[in-house]
């Protein structure tokens, strides 16, 4: 065996006496990545950033999951007579589906992750608030939602992500307590972490950081938090009310007990529906962020945008109505939802007007980002379109409960949100890991989750309205066709999320080092560098410049 | 120290906070905490608005059968904790106030006279349930017999009854349990000086435990009697 030669043998000394070689280490101090190295510093870790990448790191986890339920629900959908699974399986597999996707995935997705990162970055402060009780709202989050997931994937629960009573409290014979104590303790990570945005937002703010100086992102941040707060309690309220029926049979949903089920609709929307702009209102952010970047001119309308916002947030909690208008209420109160749900339609649009005239005449560059944004806005629009629809009575008797709805939320939910969240992640991604992302992958994935998007969900819109209900496994054979289109545009779809995993996972080696402003943006995130120091900025922020900073096109030529 | 010495001023210890690294002024901190419990507040009211709105509900659909029950709760008793809550806010105030003037021996003393009345609070409630218990009004033990009207509806009325002032009992438990640890922590030299400031946040928190149990009484005891 030949000695290795001496060259070697003095690389790996100076790595092991220097672990991160050409790094400069003295007047600096050390990223937040590198500021302490094992495992237990992570899992003690006060630091919003590292917290940040912890929830990046969970939903991640809990979104293949999630994906993975999915799948199996399409490939079911091949045929139309439900052999693949027993009627029992199908049941429980949309049920881990969307209580995996929305309370583990879609309604922590952006405020845990980039809304804990970068939020406080933005804004100038050190931390958010209350640092322990960020870290307690994840360990919360993690133990609750293991625990939940085991529940609905060893026991199995077939309610739906919906928990509906009277199948959830008298006919189901699954286990829909411990998934019920699950969702409730998992509400209390949201409610810590919107309480700490809020306090981080009144009170961390930088010298100069005006509210109007604030990026959209952190309104939309406040926004949010404002529906956590306000919205969370009433569903942990209803769902203890489900598990005491369950348990003691106090019969507050039971007709037969002098309760009314109706009652728990009422309850259970009075959060869902804001919920779903708590899905919906941080990829707004996102998209504000990442449009005037890659337009280099200022958001179109700031101010219109910034009250959009809490416009959206404050008019959501008056249109739950619209998910029972065929369930057992009254045509006056159909009515006033339907009409308010269209007011609901205003602020969006003022926010898609706004996006679209920053895009117009600006220096356009397609980069990854701005790819995921443009889909957003298309996307978002169909997805927005199609809830007019169904907020109008007439056509809502017609399609409620088929997969025109699933359709509709899911353009929303997976077109908007799930885009948003990956255009953020490649937007900050030089910013969270100092690394640059392939940008061929990038774009390359970008198209393909697009073009696997519509193929999948567009024929949903004509399935129901042909008549295909939610959440059936049998089916009759003339929607055979367009099922496998849907089924094999998931399949393109999923090719589309796994790209980003894998060359995401293979820039953090070899990626490309990160300048600390890689795409010329003007938040205050961007003046620290990539990845940032412990304490956010080397030296603490003034801010006296308004936001989205970019010259005019005139000055500059 | 002797009685004598904590009326003098040398009982009176210095005011402050100590602040952590993250905040720039000891301003910021004060204000952070104090809005930060106003936050979780509103979260608990809405909490608590949940389970008013099904009691009110319950009782618009079921008008007689609800009054009925009424009359069978502990008013007196209802009455008497209502009255004992208003006092123990009024000492956590006390408490409040000598906490910032730094008189250190009052402070802990009208803290551990508010976890008392907190006490006296759960241990009337307490008594309430037994009578309950005695008087056949436990729907939800199998074993045994319910005695007021088998209409479904009034057995919905006394579980809610039941599952309100749980919800408010464990609050009050908590809070009694916090209160006492924070007056044997707020005995020991220093603690005024670093946090005086947590007094002040864990007092909001009491006077809303009280304000819950104001609305609950005439909620479920008083309204339709
Ligand atoms: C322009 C605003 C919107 C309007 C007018 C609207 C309208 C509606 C209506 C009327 C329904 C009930 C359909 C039925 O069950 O018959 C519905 C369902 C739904 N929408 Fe929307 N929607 C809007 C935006 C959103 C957004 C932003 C999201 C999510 C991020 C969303 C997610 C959902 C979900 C999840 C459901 C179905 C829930 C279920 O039954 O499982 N919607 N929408
Ligand atoms: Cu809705």
Known sequence: MTPPPDSLIGTIETALREPHPGRITIDREPDYLHDEHTLWSWLTTTDHKRIGILY?????????????????????????????????????????????????FLIPSIPATFGNFIMP???????????????????????????????????????????????????????????LIGVIVVGFSSILTGLNFIVTIHTMRAPGMT???????????????LIFLLATPVITMALILLVMERVFHIGVFDPALGGDPV????????YSHPAVYIMVLPGMGVISEIVPVFSQKRLFGYRFVAYASIGLASLTFFVWGHHMFVNGESETSALVFSVLSFAVAVPSAVKVYNWTATIYKGTLRLDTPMLYAMGYIGLFVVGGLTGLFLATLAIDEHVHDTYFVVAHFHYIMVGGTALAFLGGLHYWWPKFTGRLYPEAWGRLSAFLIF???NATFAPQFVLGYLGMPRRYHNYPPEFQLLNILSSSGSLVLALGYVFP??????????????????????????????????????????VDFPPYDYRRRETRV | MSAAAAQAPAGIAEVGIEREEHFTTDGQQVHAARFGMWCWLLTELLLFAGLFLCALIIRIMHPASVTATTTH???????????????????????????????????????????????????????EYYQDFDEHMMPFLHGRRY???????TILFTDLYYVTTGLHGLHLTTGVSILLVMAWMASRPGFLQRHQNRIEIFGLYWHFIDLVWIIVFPVLYVLNR
Do not use: C
């Open chain 1, 451 to 453: 073009i696997g998007f």
């Open chain 1, 263 to 270: 009652l728990f609709e009422h309850l259970f929307w009075f």
């Open chain 2, 147 to 153: 005695a007021l009207a088998q209409d479904p509806s």
């Open chain 1, 211 to 225: 509210w109007f100086r604030m990026p959209i992102f952190v309104w939309t941040m406040y926004a949010v938090s």
């Open chain 1, 56 to 104: 990046l790191l969970s939903i991640t986890a809990f979104f293949i999951v999630g994906a993975f339920a999915a799948g199996l629900i399409r490939l079911s959908l091949v045929v139309p007579n439900g052999q693949i699974f027993s009627n029992d399986t199908y049941n429980k597999l949309f049920t881990i589906h969307g209580v995996v996707m929305i309370w583990f």
């Open chain 1, 501 to 542: 995993m894998v060359y995401l996972g293979w820039s953090l080696r070899y990626g490309a080092k990160a300048p600390p402003n890689p795409w010329n943006a003007k938040g205050l995130e961007w003046t620290t560098a990539s990845p940032p120091p412990k304490h956010n900025f080397e030296t603490p922020p003034t």
């Open chain 2, 73 to 127: 709760l502990k008013f007196w008793i209802g009455a008497t904790n209502t009255a004992v809550l208003i006092v123990s806010s009024f000492t956590m105030s006390g408490a409040i106030e000598l906490s910032r003037i730094g008189w250190q021996r009052g402070t802990v003393r009208f803290m551990l006279a508010t976890a008392a009345l907190g006490t006296l609070f759960l241990v009337l409630k307490g008594y």
């Open chain 1, 121 to 179: 970055i933005m804004i100038g402060a050190k931390d958010v608030a209350f640092p322990r009780l960020n870290r307690t709202s994840w360990y919360i989050f993690v133990s609750a939602s293991l625990f939940t997931l085991f529940t609905v994937v060893a026991g199995g629960v077939d309610t739906g992500w919906t928990f509906y009573a009277p199948f959830s409290t008298t006919f189901s014979n699954t286990w829909v307590v411990p998934a």
